[in-house]
């Protein structure tokens, strides 16, 4: 079983409303965000969210299609 770490998540474009998540993987982190706190979405009916280690500080960019529950990481 993977080792539950603690993750802050914002959407990408509001660093003001960011939360703690407690989840296995950085992609679980970034999927729990957007199924509790309901970022705004973009015309692709998709939303970007930052996922920043609460131990190693590492960030990273999700892109969520809420249409198909893919997570992926955001283009450069």
């Keep these: 079983m993977p080792e539950i770490q603690t993750y802050r998540v914002h959407a990408r474009d509001d660093r003001s409303h960011g939360h703690v998540v407690d989840a296995a993987s950085f992609e679980e982190a970034a999927i729990a ?3 509790t706190w309901r970022p705004p979405v973009d015309a692709g009916n998709e939303v ?3 996922v920043r280690e609460a131990d190693s500080g590492l960030e990273l960019c999700y892109r969520i299609d809420l249409d198909s529950g893919d997570a ?3 283009p450069p």
């Design 33 to 35: 965000f957007v199924e």
């Design 72 to 74: 992926a990481p955001c």
């Design 48 to 50: 970007s969210v930052i």
